[in-house]
């Protein structure tokens, strides 16, 4: 994992009221979504699970979302990009993207996108655990 640094991540959940945080999660392998809805069934978080860019987006119209958590290969975009069409409509969003080809040329477009954080999958639950509860104090 690869937190990369933005100062606006306290003050945005800061913001917010401290109730559970609305997640929304994009992936395209249909394992990782079951295995997450497993995850977050688990817990007292809402959420939202979605195969493609479109989809989240198009639920972004109509839903109160607090994170965004995307993998950076999706069948209708990248996840950067994404991300960044999620922000344009929503700054407040605290958006993190996941990959499991890690390069300069991806690090560099993360850190110009103003991404708050960048996870290596494989992801694990305990990683997730851990972003998602530092966002929550």
């Known amino acids: 994992m690869i937190p990369i640094i933005n100062n606006l991540i306290l003050d945005q959940m800061a913001k917010q009221d401290k109730k559970s ?15 997450l809805k497993v995850f977050f069934d688990s817990t007292q978080m809402d959420f939202l699970i979605f195969k493609t860019a479109a989809q989240g987006l198009n639920s972004l119209k109509y839903q109160k979302i607090d994170i965004v958590i995307s993998d950076y290969f999706l069948p209708d975009m990248n996840g950067v990009d994404f991300l960044n069409q999620v922000a344009m409509d929503n700054p407040d969003i605290i958006r993190i993207l996941m990959t499991t080809i890690v390069n300069d040329d991806l690090k560099l477009d993360v850190l110009k996108a103003g991404i708050d954080f960048f996870i290596e999958k494989p992801l694990t639950v305990a990683s997730l655990d851990t972003i998602i509860n530092e966002l929550k104090s």
């Open 21 to 35: 945080p609305q997640i929304m999660f994009i992936d395209n392998d249909e394992h990782v979504r079951d295995s």
